[in-house]
């Protein structure tokens, strides 16, 4: 093994290709990784921002926000639930925002929120009315602490008191105020979609045990099949595109695997041909196949981790690099990781493609040249 | 020229006085036929050979003789069709291919006539590569590489490439290489092809020094008839047999 270690060491431009091939399809792998991560955080902050146990939609509007509606008395009916430990409503407006400093005709889209329970994400709603927690990425917009966005049509003035990180919802930034600014933003803004007060899009529960699914049910039961209660993870699969967007990444990224697999094939193989001989002298001497195909194993693994390697600190000056809020890129350290095991797998499958020309050399091609 | 004549005609008694008794070689009977699209080739037919524990012999005969294939038996390499193969006291007629590459690796020294070091290693890694794939004894390895490679000529040599040394001097480090297992037997073929009339004397009577010091056998495979002066005994070979 130390062999194939010291061939490294020693020959490395025989290995300068694969590698630099490999390098590239890790950094493609990567950056369409941290892509995916983005978007979906670009999509999902919001929901992820309330750390619910589980959201309560009514049960005829899809599992959407915007077209979600619960009455008082169904609040009133879910609160009584056993194993509803908090109970928080919300509410959103998708609207255009008008920034201080931009053009008449330049809107910024951005989903107004009303929230009364905060959580990890989300400090305690502004106590005045016309107050809202700003998303970040309003900051890459121009908007500072103080400033005041003219939200919607009716140019609803929002005042915003800070900042909040993570928290946009279908791509766009957001402001978190309390009920009461949001239910008069709505009715200035959509006077057909009047919200009264008491009325709320969606509930966020906090559960007192571990049983979501149980809870799920007793609550759906307890308000006459009204609602569809959802945990945070089916919310964030009920998204629009959210599904789809993953379906599609993932499989550029099973096809990137599949790549991988091949070009360590082609590779490696090119390799072994031109070791024949040496491999034959070795089993003359005395090494078995199993040795000499760990060797080829552990030379691959290398190379996979040094392209791997190259290739996250790639990833991590762009995701350095690109200004908040321009490309939906994140690289996040579970996304590195698990390219990395891809990889592997894949040296791993495209040496064993290496594994029967190993075994049939013959050391007798040695002898007699 | 009296001795060597007198030795020729005693095959199977030990040459140059070693105690060990147990001959180094006992093949009997061995056959090796190969199957070519649909015929058969026999590349040894019957052979019986007996070495001495510190013999050295020459095997001379013309191209295709079969005398790559009696190596390639004798040193496990090949199995034979038909026959019992015996090196050192160890029967490995019957042994699989794992069992025999163990035996080679524990057992027989191998001198290839195309020196065949390994490019990326010095010479005294060279030497270890046997202890590398083996038994990992890694210190007493190393006291043995040094020792072969001073008594060799080569110990200024030890941390060349073989890209570094000279024809002569690879073949020294490959005689090294061969050693360092203390095999029973070993296998030198065509060790002088490659050089020219003066070098290729030296390296023979090299060879001869290195086996004879340490009462290790050797078969010395050549089709170069001046090579048997420094063998004990020349066995030729034809169209697969051999003649006394």
Redesign the interface.
Known sequence: M??AL??LR??PSRFGVATVILTLIAILLMFLGGLLDGLTAGNTGAIRAQQADLIVFSSTSQDSLVRSRIEPDQEKQVAAVEGVAGIGELGSAQLGGRIEGKGPRDLVPLVLFGYEAASKGLPEPPTRPGEAWADDTLEAEGVERGDVIKVGPARSPVKVIGFVNDTRYSGQSTLWASLDTWRKVQSENRPDARVGPGVSQALIIQASGPDSSGLAQRIDEATGGLTSSLTEDETIQALPGVAAQESVFNQIIALTVLIAIIVVALFFALITVERI??YG????????SG?LFAGVLLQAVIVTLIACAIGAVAALALDAAIPAGSIPFTATGARLLGSTIFLLFAALIGCAFSLRRVLKVD??Q???? | MSETETEASRPGESGNGGPNSTPALRMEGVRKVYEVADEKVVALDRADLILGSDEIIALVGPSGSGKTTLCSIAGGILSPTEGRVEVGGQDISDYSSKQLTEFRRDSVGFVFQTVNLIPFLTARENLLVVDEIGSRDRKRAKKRADQLLEELGLSNRAGNLPSQLSGGQKQRVAIGRALMNEPALVLFDEPTSALDTKLGDQMVELIREEMKSRGTAAIIVTHDERITRYADRTVHITDGRLEA
């Open positions: 130390s062999l010291k061939e020693r020959q001989g040496l002298v070795l089993k003359a001497l005395g090494a078995g040795r050391p007798a040695a002898i007699g040249g």
